[in-house]
């Protein structure tokens, strides 16, 4: 019993020691093996792109780019956007192209161009009738094809992960800068409705000052690796370590977090399992296929699970996971944790406060278990006291008709083009997509180096400290 208490004291304090060596000292600030990243000089003559205004257009002409299961659903969900019109279609088989061309004809509308084939793109692109590229194919083509689009004039939207690397990220960054064009990622998950509201409460400071959150992507894929385009998904699974799919998780508590609207990721660390369903994956994939013919038998690099931490300059947390490959059920995880309160999306949603939050909020509720979530008619007071500001009951009643993971696609649709249409700053701009999309690459490069602390690359170089927390842009000329 004794030598147990000893031994595990031992632990404790050679634990205590490598974590002084390794975070050096909080008096002195020093810090030892923080693994540093790039920020490339920006391209004279070129400014940030922060609240970025363009010329109002009165109807949205639109090009789909990629027309496989995500963006055939995309072009459905058009037909509902006001102020937009498809006027171009493009993707590598020619059957999708006409798949939705015959599904728009069906429903009445002019019959679009159609382009086919790797490059078809690039023609479609060419165009001088378009404004906004919609890119919804696989993750190696997002960037170039986005980039083809900017050198050309159009505004993009990109499906997530829009990048894959930090070359990529930075191109974006680059190009959008260049063009002043708007680069938006679409990160649906910044429009679900308990999202929505709880942003809401969030900056209207009802859970006090937020210290730490957690997002997740956890969405078991077997049953649908086989449906994806070229084996593409697997494919890039098997080649990269890492949170390779982190924007679901990230995007919703990084705008409750002000991320680069007050504060920005300073440094984050990753750590992964081994890849044991992973592998099995792969290996399942090649006996019943040509892909992966060659490749190397043991190889295969995302682990079954990742997890990453995230530190901020202002001295917050976040927890990010990513796992496809076990049987968790569905979740997102989203929590935000704050000095007053606390909200919590899954496995079932939750709100807690102090009791003098409900009391200065006027809720006449006695907390007689401050370890126990708030009861439901609470939450209801709480919900109805803060609207999100882009939603009124017409329009939630519209996208939950349209739908798309419950209507909260058809919101994002509907902002982008609400925001083209009146030249409004989008609601997440192209740092936004650089910030989530970076998580990937600097976690690889995290776990290859025994889990080191990297920093992370301030794509705004420097204009971070300008803006004064997230706001959405409206007609009136309100920012709220
Ligand atoms: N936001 C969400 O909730 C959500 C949900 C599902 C998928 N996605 C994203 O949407 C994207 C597409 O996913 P999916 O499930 O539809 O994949 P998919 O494999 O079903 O479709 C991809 C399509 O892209 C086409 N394509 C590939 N390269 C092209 C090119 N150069 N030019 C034109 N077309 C090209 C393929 O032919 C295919 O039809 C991915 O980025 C994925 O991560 C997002």
Excluded at 102 to 117: H, I, K, M, R, S
Aim: glycine content about 8%; some cysteine; charged content about 25%.
């Amino acid at each position: 019993m004794k030598k147990t208490v000893i031994g595990r004291l031992a632990c404790l304090l050679s634990a205590a020691a490598l974590l002084a060596a390794c975070c050096g000292n909080k008096d002195t600030g020093s810090t030892v093996s923080v693994i540093k990243t790039d920020v490339p000089a920006r391209p004279d003559g070129q400014e940030n792109v922060i609240g970025l205004r363009t010329d109002p257009i009165d109807t949205v002409r639109i090009g789909f780019v990629g027309l496989g299961a995500r963006g055939a659903f995309a072009v459905y969900r058009y037909t509902n956007v006001p102020w937009t019109k498809v006027v171009a279609l493009c993707d590598v088989l020619p059957e999708k192209v006409d798949n939705s061309t015959n599904f728009l004809v069906e429903q009445g509308f002019e019959a679009p161009a159609g382009y086919t084939g790797l490059e078809g793109y690039k023609e479609l692109c060419e165009r001088d009738d378009i404004d906004l590229v919609y890119i919804c194919t696989d993750w190696a083509h997002h960037t170039p094809i986005a980039l083809y689009a900017m050198e050309h004039g159009k505004h993009v939207a990109i499906e997530v992960p829009a990048a894959t690397s930090l070359e990529e990220c930075w191109a974006l960054v680059n190009m959008a800068e260049k063009t002043r064009l708007h680069c938006m990622m679409l990160e649906n998950c910044c429009y679900d409705f308990f999202e929505l509201t709880t942003l809401e409460m969030a900056r209207q400071g009802v859970f006090g000052e937020i210290l730490h959150a957690e997002g997740s992507y956890l969405h078991n894929l077997s049953d649908y690796w086989d449906d994806y385009w070229e084996n593409w998904r697997l494919d890039f699974n098997y080649r990269h370590r890492g949170d390779v799919y982190p924007t679901h998780g990230l995007g919703p508590v990084a705008q409750a977090l002000n991320i680069h609207r007050g504060d920005r990721f300073e440094t984050l660390v990753a750590m992964d399992t081994r890849s044991v369903n992973g592998q099995a994956s792969f290996n399942a994939k090649k006996e019943r296929s040509d892909y992966f013919e060659g490749e190397e038998a043991e190889a295969f690099r995302n682990g079954d699970l990742t997890c990453t931490l995230i530190r901020t300059v202002n001295g917050k947390s976040l927890l990010i996971e990513h796992d496809v490959l076990t049987p968790r059920p569905y979740d997102r995880m989203y929590q935000l944790v704050g000095t007053k309160g606390y909200a919590a999306k899954y496995p079932v949603e939750m709100y807690s406060l102090r009791q003098d939050g409900l009391d200065s909020l006027g809720i006449d509720y006695h907390i007689d278990n401050q370890h126990a979530p708030l009861p439901e008619e609470v939450v209801a007071k709480l919900h109805g006291m803060f609207p999100s500001p882009i939603l009124d009951d017409e329009l939630e009643e519209k996208a939950k008709k349209v739908g798309g993971h419950g209507g909260m696609d058809f919101l994002m649709d509907y902002r982008l083009i609400y925001c083209l249409h009146y030249g409004l700053p989008l609601d997440m701009d192209v740092y936004d997509l650089a910030e989530w999309c970076c998580l990937g690459p600097l976690g690889e490069i995290s776990m290859d180096n025994g889990c080191a602390p990297v920093e992370v690359p301030d794509f705004t170089r420097g204009a971070w400290k300008d803006a004064d927390g997230f706001k959405y842009a409206f007609a009136d000329g309100s920012m709220k």
